[in-house]
């Protein structure tokens, strides 16, 4: 069944915009005008003629939103997969899932979804072998179910819980603070912080936390966040009186974030080089007063010169252990002494490894190291000195993470997954090096039917890349099978197998799903993700459309079979890759993507993404952004492969404007049949805190869309 042209009726009256066209294509796509603007870049003028989509609240673009949104359901509602697929998404997604717990006072806190419930809720465990008990439940706070849960902290006597909601998706988070005993809040608010960072004082009586300047009134989901300041808030006190500690760094481009010192007498506070991502590290003695904590004296300089990543991750008796990349790109880990920071004076605890440092942590008087070997988990444990204490057992290849805690814990707790077993949590024994489950949860389906394997393969300047591939046991390699091809691929982010509830569900249609493991992650340490930043960003999409071909010559799949999808900084490789290579794909799901690359450090957070991508202010780095750049990519004309962009009308990391404007654009340069539409959410944000029913209707739209365009039905 054709999609429906442009005509009377519902959609036609969503046009605000304006008037249909006469049919040039099959598919006619709602009026999106054509403005006169235009920027100068460094002597060269480039056209932005949907700048007007850059404002979500405009009449104009709330009209354009309702008619994308009509035509999209106007489509999906043609797949008679899409109910059966939304049925089958819901019953593989009920089944009980546990977040990583957290140790303080004697009590495990742990947050809990039962299956279907919108968002997880928050339980403690009095003791050793006691049941849960239910503290906080987000789900009673909306009645769609779009307040999240998004953090939350206990007190380090475990009688209170500092915890943070979001709104709508939203990255501005509210924290509270509640009593354990009762489940009682008590009165104080924090409402300028974003993303989270924070931490009790050591003696309970309040929280360090990133503050942020409020944003003009109505800007909240667009305004250029400022970096942020770390302030005390007292408890009992009006968050207008919190005490300033460590003011935001001055030199544009710097910020900065913080972490507190074993003893609670100290801030480290970690100054940040946005265009390098390197940092420099600061130790500011902290004092406590009648009023709260304060800052006494200077910042001490440990670590300078922004020549390195340098991070704290324990310190004892004026001895500071720090992760680093200096002189070792994949990391090692030093002791460095407060007073005497000078780095011939430096010892190594850990050397720099084969495998690439992803994580480190001091827990129970030992530290313990996360290490990815290929793209697959590895944690080695050392004591403070730096001496061999062995490998952590883990139940298998895949993806672990968690390790955390305090020095007199003698347990940790961490997760394990792969691409066919969702994360289950385990108790680690420090002591005996021996994991039990914490609370194992029943499934829907047999992991066992499945398989990954991981190959290797040349991208186009002959790096060798790794890649998962996961199908159902038995899967033919006709040259004709499905494929869904996902990546990332920046940030030092590692892409290493993890469990997904829509990718189960695409596996059980037989499809095949690729992996790759592209440079500008994390999986072999810094040189692998600069190899994919700025100037050298275009390796990433090399990695990926290297995949593609890969996936095609070795007889799994063909472009018409295949599909690519990415979500934010994924989304701009997606869209990067179609614009590029557009014959190569059957279709595209570029999602919450960053697809403006001249203007996308002038909203929110961005600013903060410069030294992946560079901005269009330095003129070498326009350039190389100017090639890629989706937006200004797209060749009329041309024939794009089916796309489906997602995203939210209240997504204030990545604001939607980006796939507003790659959409209308994208539409306008269709000259091929196949369909470039749009899914826009509303009252939902970058992902996180995403409910649980809205989660499932977006993934059923998504496979719905795959299974028309790739010819599954």
């Given at each position: 069944?054709?999609?429906?042209?442009?005509?009377?009726?519902?959609?036609?009256?969503?046009?605000?915009?304006?008037?249909?066209?006469?049919?040039?294509?099959?598919?006619?796509?709602?009026?999106?005008?054509?403005?006169?603007?235009?920027?100068?870049?460094h002597g060269e003028r480039v056209p932005d003629p949907y700048r007007w989509l850059e404002d979500p609240d405009a009449a104009a673009t709330r009209a354009w939103i309702e008619a994308e949104n009509a035509l999209t359901e106007s489509y999906l509602a043609t797949i008679p997969a899409r109910e059966g697929l939304r049925q089958r998404l819901t019953e593989l997604w009920d089944f009980e899932r546990t977040e990583l717990p957290v140790q303080e006072g004697g009590r495990v806190f742990f947050r809990k979804n039962d299956g279907l419930?919108?968002?997880?809720?928050?339980?403690?465990?009095?003791?050793?072998?006691?049941?849960?008990?239910?503290?906080?439940?987000?789900?009673?706070?909306?009645?769609?179910?779009?307040?999240?849960?998004?953090?939350?902290?206990?007190?380090?006597?475990?009688?209170?819980?500092?915890?943070?909601?979001?709104?709508?998706?939203?990255?501005?988070?509210?924290?509270?603070?509640?009593?354990?005993?009762?489940?009682?809040?008590?009165?104080?608010?924090?409402?300028?912080?974003?993303?989270?960072?924070?931490?009790?004082?050591?003696?309970?009586?309040?929280?360090?936390?990133?503050?942020?300047?409020?944003?003009?009134?109505?800007?909240?989901?667009?305004?250029?966040?400022?970096?942020?300041?770390?302030?005390?808030?007292?408890?009992?006190?009006?968050?207008?009186?919190?005490?300033?500690?460590?003011?935001?760094?001055?030199?544009?481009?710097?910020?900065?974030?913080?972490?507190?010192?074993?003893?609670?007498?100290?801030?480290?506070?970690?100054?940040?080089?946005?265009?390098?991502?390197?940092?420099?590290?600061?130790?500011?003695?902290?004092?406590?007063?009648?009023?709260?904590?304060?800052?006494?004296?200077?910042?001490?300089?440990?670590?300078?010169?922004?020549?390195?990543?340098?991070?704290?991750?324990?310190?004892e008796g004026g001895v500071v252990w720090c992760q680093t990349d200096l002189g070792a790109t994949r990391g090692r880990i030093v002791a460095l002494e407060v007073g005497r920071p000078e780095r011939a004076r430096w010892r190594e605890l850990v050397p720099e490894a084969a495998e690439a440092i992803q994580g480190a942590d001091e827990v129970g008087g030992r530290l313990l190291v996360e290490y990815l070997k290929d793209a697959r988990s590895l944690v080695r444990q050392?004591?403070?000195?730096?001496?061999?204490?062995?490998?952590?057992?883990?139940?298998?290849?895949?993806?672990?993470?968690?390790?955390?805690?305090?020095?007199?814990?003698?347990?940790?707790?961490?997760?394990?997954?792969?691409?066919?077993?969702?994360?289950?949590?385990?108790?680690?024994?420090?002591?005996?090096?021996?994991?039990?489950?914490?609370?194992?949860?029943?499934?829907?389906?047999?992991?066992?039917?499945?398989?990954?394997?991981?190959?290797?393969?040349?991208?186009?300047?002959?790096?060798?890349?790794?890649?998962?591939?996961?199908?159902?046991?038995?899967?033919?390699?006709?040259?004709?099978?499905?494929?869904?091809?996902?990546?990332?691929?920046?940030?030092?982010?590692?892409?290493?197998?993890?469990?997904?509830?829509?990718?189960?569900?695409?596996?059980?249609?037989?499809?095949?799903?690729?992996?790759?493991?592209?440079?500008?992650?994390?999986?072999?340490?810094?040189?692998?993700?600069?190899?994919?930043?700025?100037?050298?960003?275009?390796?990433?999409?090399?990695?990926?459309?290297?995949?593609?071909?890969?996936?095609?010559?070795?007889?799994?799949?063909?472009?018409?079979?295949?599909?690519?999808?990415?979500?934010?900084?994924?989304?701009?490789?997606?869209?990067?890759?179609?614009?590029?290579?557009?014959?190569?794909?059957?279709?595209?799901?570029?999602?919450?993507?960053?697809?403006?690359?001249?203007?996308?450090?002038?909203?929110?957070?961005?600013?903060?993404?410069?030294?992946?991508?560079?901005?269009?202010?330095?003129?070498?780095?326009?350039?190389?952004?100017?090639?890629?750049?989706?937006?200004?990519?797209?060749?009329?004309?041309?024939?794009?492969?089916?796309?489906?962009?997602?995203?939210?009308?209240?997504?204030?990391?990545?604001?939607?404007?980006?796939?507003?404007?790659?959409?209308?654009?994208?539409?306008?340069?269709?000259?091929?049949?196949?369909?470039?539409?749009?899914?826009?959410?509303?009252?939902?944000?970058?992902?996180?805190?995403?409910?649980?029913?809205?989660?499932?209707?977006?993934?059923?739209?998504?496979?719905?869309?795959?299974?028309?365009?790739?010819?599954?039905?």
């Amino acid at each position: 069944m054709m999609p429906p042209r442009c005509r009377s009726g519902l959609l036609l009256a969503l046009l605000a915009l304006g008037a249909c066209e006469a049919p040039r294509r099959a598919w006619e796509y709602p009026a999106a005008a054509r403005e006169a603007v235009v920027d100068e870049y460094h002597g060269e003028r480039v056209p932005d003629p949907y700048r007007w989509l850059e404002d979500p609240d405009a009449a104009a673009t709330r009209a354009w939103i309702e008619a994308e949104n009509a035509l999209t359901e106007s489509y999906l509602a043609t797949i008679p997969a899409r109910e059966g697929l939304r049925q089958r998404l819901t019953e593989l997604w009920d089944f009980e899932r546990t977040e990583l717990p957290v140790q303080e006072g004697g009590r495990v806190f742990f947050r809990k979804n039962d299956g279907l419930q919108n968002q997880a809720a928050l339980f403690v465990i009095e003791s050793e072998g006691g049941e849960p008990r239910l503290l906080l439940d987000p789900n009673a706070l909306s009645s769609d179910g779009t307040v999240a849960l998004m953090s939350y902290v206990p007190s380090p006597d475990g009688t209170l819980v500092a915890y943070s909601l979001s709104d709508g998706g939203s990255d501005w988070r509210t924290w509270k603070v509640r009593r354990v005993a009762d489940g009682q809040d008590l009165a104080d608010t924090l409402t300028r912080n974003k993303f989270g960072a924070l931490a009790w004082a050591a003696d309970g009586s309040g929280l360090f936390y990133a503050r942020y300047d409020a944003p003009p009134p109505g800007e909240a989901l667009q305004a250029r966040n400022a970096p942020p300041d770390v302030c005390f808030h007292r408890l009992g006190s009006d968050e207008g009186a919190d005490v300033l500690i460590a003011r935001r760094p001055a030199a544009e481009g710097r910020s900065q974030s913080f972490r507190l010192s074993e003893d609670g007498t100290a801030l480290f506070q970690v100054v940040l080089d946005v265009a390098s991502r390197k940092n420099e590290l600061y130790r500011l003695p902290l004092a406590r007063v009648e009023t709260g904590w304060i800052a006494t004296g200077a910042s001490e300089p440990l670590v300078q010169g922004f020549d390195a990543r340098t991070f704290p991750i324990g310190d004892e008796g004026g001895v500071v252990w720090c992760q680093t990349d200096l002189g070792a790109t994949r990391g090692r880990i030093v002791a460095l002494e407060v007073g005497r920071p000078e780095r011939a004076r430096w010892r190594e605890l850990v050397p720099e490894a084969a495998e690439a440092i992803q994580g480190a942590d001091e827990v129970g008087g030992r530290l313990l190291v996360e290490y990815l070997k290929d793209a697959r988990s590895l944690v080695r444990q050392f004591a403070t000195d730096g001496a061999p204490l062995g490998e952590v057992a883990l139940p298998g290849i895949g993806t672990a993470g968690g390790f955390g805690g305090d020095r007199e814990d003698g347990t940790t707790f961490y997760s394990f997954t792969n691409a066919t077993q969702p994360a289950a949590i385990h108790r680690l024994d420090l002591g005996s090096g021996t994991s039990t489950p914490f609370r194992p949860a029943a499934l829907r389906f047999d992991p066992a039917d499945y398989e990954t394997e991981q190959v290797f393969y040349a991208s186009q300047d002959g790096t060798r890349v790794p890649m998962f591939l996961t199908r159902k046991k038995g899967l033919a390699r006709d040259g004709a099978c499905p494929t869904y091809l996902y990546g990332y691929g920046g940030f030092g982010i590692s892409i290493t197998p993890s469990f997904s509830v829509p990718n189960l569900a695409w596996l059980e249609l037989g499809g095949l799903l690729a992996i790759p493991c592209l440079r500008g992650g994390g999986e072999y340490g810094e040189a692998w993700h600069e190899a994919g930043t700025k100037l050298a960003k275009q390796n990433v999409f090399d990695d990926f459309i290297a995949a593609a071909e890969w996936l095609v010559a070795s007889g799994w799949t063909r472009p018409d079979r295949l599909a690519i999808g990415g979500r934010s900084n994924g989304g701009l490789l997606v869209g990067a890759c179609l614009t590029q290579r557009p014959e190569l794909y059957g279709a595209a799901l570029p999602a919450v993507g960053v697809l403006d690359m001249l203007r996308y450090h002038r909203f929110t957070i961005g600013w903060a993404w410069a030294g992946d991508y560079g901005t269009a202010d330095d003129p070498a780095q326009y350039r190389a952004l100017r090639a890629y750049s989706p937006l200004h990519n797209l060749r009329p004309g041309t024939r794009y492969p089916a796309t489906l962009v997602t995203t939210a009308d209240h997504d204030d990391r990545v604001v939607p404007a980006h796939s507003f404007k790659f959409a209308a654009a994208l539409q306008a340069a269709q000259e091929g049949p196949a369909p470039t539409l749009i899914r826009i959410d509303t009252r939902a944000g970058h992902g996180a805190g995403k409910p649980t029913t809205m989660a499932i209707e977006e993934a059923a739209d998504c496979l719905a869309f795959l299974v028309r365009e790739l010819g599954l039905e």
